[in-house]
């Protein structure tokens, strides 16, 4: 979890090698986090229930919809239905079946028990291809013919999701399907999971898409990468509305993310965290490379720790209240030095963003 103007990462380097980095790491963090952000909302808003990763098909390019699968790895998903993604970052791969699947059939129950009788996972019908209700109504005639252990349920992709939830619950639970999962997909993203959850709809698993895998509503952050120190001087930059502060910096993190914004050299406050760490000296790395997978599982650890942490007010779908870091007093008073070192009046504070 990371606050409005706190650096993310520092850059040590002879000034035409940090130049050169810069491309690739703006779009690398910025990107991903933007993904990262709209997919936490969507586990906040599901409120514990789980929620997988079904936007491969909709993200700008195979290479995004890696990062969003892996974005939504760090943040909690159950899943993904990228199975290249679930591979590569240890995570499950889920997937029901396709409309195109159902078509090919001359009766809507014989895709159905097709499609049960020979794939080897869970059983989600996909019902939705013609007309709703009906399809629930087929796939639990089809559900109560397996004899096997496995999970099952239904898929609803389309249409008023609330309302036919609960038909589909109603038509299940008369069949004996009360054990039958409900999964409902289609345009969804923490908005519309929120919508659901706030109406009690009997919804046991959600799949988002479009919306998240593109952080739709949202779909750039305004990052920056800024020169604060040159051969041990400290710069900044004083440009309306887009002022940095000068000099390394370090992040220190006490209960409930009230961050302190500080110079990298000052002594850490005995109740915080610094959050910045080294991680590379001389172009290498300063611990062993882990693997793709081993990285999700401790960036989900952290990010589990740091949600939290984090205030309840800061955590809601509408109307969050931001949370901003302090700034250490020796930070705004180096501000305010190399304010007035650059010929421009000192305001009094800090001026940070």
Same mark, same amino acid.
């Given at each position: 979890?990371?606050?409005?103007?706190?650096?993310?990462?520092?850059?040590?380097?002879?000034?035409? !090698?940090?130049?050169?980095?810069?491309?690739?790491?703006?779009?690398?963090?910025?990107?991903?986090?933007?993904?990262?952000?709209?997919?936490?909302?969507?586990?906040?808003?599901?409120?514990?229930?789980?929620?997988? %990763?079904?936007?491969?098909?909709?993200?700008?390019?195979?290479?995004?919809? #890696?990062?969003?699968?892996?974005?939504?790895?760090?943040?909690?998903?159950?899943?993904?239905?990228?199975?290249?993604?679930?591979?590569?970052?240890?995570? $499950?791969?889920?997937?029901? #079946? &396709?409309?195109?699947?159902?078509?090919?059939?001359?009766?809507?129950?014989? &895709?159905?028990?097709? @499609?049960?009788?020979?794939?080897?996972?869970?059983?989600?019908?996909?019902? %939705?291809?013609?007309?709703? %209700?009906?399809?629930?109504?087929?796939?639990?005639?089809?559900?109560?013919?397996?004899?096997?252990?496995?999970?099952?349920?239904?898929?609803? /992709?389309?249409?008023?999701?609330?309302?036919?939830?609960?038909?589909?619950? *109603?038509?299940?639970? &008369?069949?004996? #399907? !009360? +054990?039958?999962?409900?999964?409902?997909?289609?345009?969804?993203?923490?908005?519309?999971? /929120?919508?659901?959850?706030?109406?009690?709809?009997?919804? %046991?698993? @959600?799949?988002?898409?479009?919306?998240?895998?593109?952080?739709?509503?949202?779909?750039?952050? /305004?990052? &920056?990468? +800024?020169?604060?120190?040159?051969?041990?001087?400290?710069?900044?930059?004083?440009?309306?509305?887009?002022?940095?502060?000068?000099?390394?910096?370090?992040? @220190?993190?006490?209960?409930?993310?009230?961050?302190?914004?500080?110079? *990298? /050299?000052?002594?850490?406050?005995?109740?915080? !965290?610094?959050?910045?760490?080294?991680? #590379?000296?001389?172009?290498?790395?300063?611990?062993?490379?882990? $693997?793709?997978?081993?990285?999700?599982?401790?960036?989900?650890?952290?990010? $589990?720790?740091?949600?939290?942490?984090?205030?309840?007010?800061?955590?809601?779908?509408?109307?969050?209240?931001?949370?901003?870091?302090?700034?250490?007093?020796?930070?705004?008073?180096?501000?305010?030095?190399?304010?007035?070192?650059?010929?421009?009046?000192?305001?009094?504070?800090?001026?940070?963003?």
């Amino acid at each position: 979890v990371v606050l409005p103007g706190e650096p993310l990462l520092e850059v040590t380097a002879p000034l035409p !090698e940090a130049q050169l980095v810069e491309t690739f790491l703006l779009n690398q963090i910025t990107y991903q986090t933007a993904l990262a952000s709209k997919a936490a909302r969507c586990v906040i808003a599901a409120r514990g229930r789980p929620v997988v %990763d079904f936007s491969l098909r909709r993200t700008h390019g195979v290479e995004a919809g #890696m990062h969003a699968a892996r974005a939504g790895a760090i943040v909690g998903f159950a899943g993904t239905s990228n199975v290249a993604a679930a591979r590569t970052y240890g995570v $499950s791969a889920v997937g029901t #079946m &396709a409309h195109s699947f159902v078509e090919v059939f001359s009766q809507e129950k014989d &895709a159905f028990r097709t @499609f049960a009788r020979h794939t080897r996972g869970p059983v989600t019908l996909l019902v %939705d291809t013609y007309d709703t %209700d009906t399809g629930v109504g087929i796939a639990a005639e089809v559900l109560r013919e397996l004899t096997d252990h496995r999970a099952f349920g239904v898929r609803l /992709d389309s249409g008023d999701l609330n309302a036919l939830a609960r038909s589909a619950r *109603r038509t299940l639970d &008369a069949a004996g #399907m !009360e +054990k039958a999962a409900i999964i409902v997909s289609g345009g969804l993203d923490e908005y519309g999971i /929120d919508s659901l959850i706030s109406a009690n709809a009997p919804v %046991d698993l @959600f799949a988002v898409g479009t919306k998240v895998g593109t952080a739709a509503d949202q779909p750039y952050l /305004d990052s &920056a990468y +800024k020169l604060v120190e040159y051969a041990g001087r400290p710069v900044m930059k004083l440009s309306t509305a887009k002022i940095t502060a000068p000099a390394p910096k370090q992040v @220190f993190r006490r209960r409930n993310c009230r961050d302190v914004l500080a110079v *990298r /050299d000052e002594d850490c406050p005995p109740d915080a !965290e610094p959050l910045l760490e080294q991680v #590379m000296a001389r172009g290498r790395r300063l611990s062993p490379q882990t $693997s793709a997978a081993e990285a999700v599982v401790a960036a989900r650890q952290r990010f $589990s720790t740091d949600l939290a942490e984090l205030p309840s007010a800061t955590r809601l779908i509408h109307g969050p209240t931001a949370l901003t870091p302090e700034t250490s007093d020796r930070l705004a008073r180096l501000t305010e030095e190399i304010r007035g070192h650059l010929g421009y009046p000192q305001t009094g504070g800090s001026q940070l963003p």
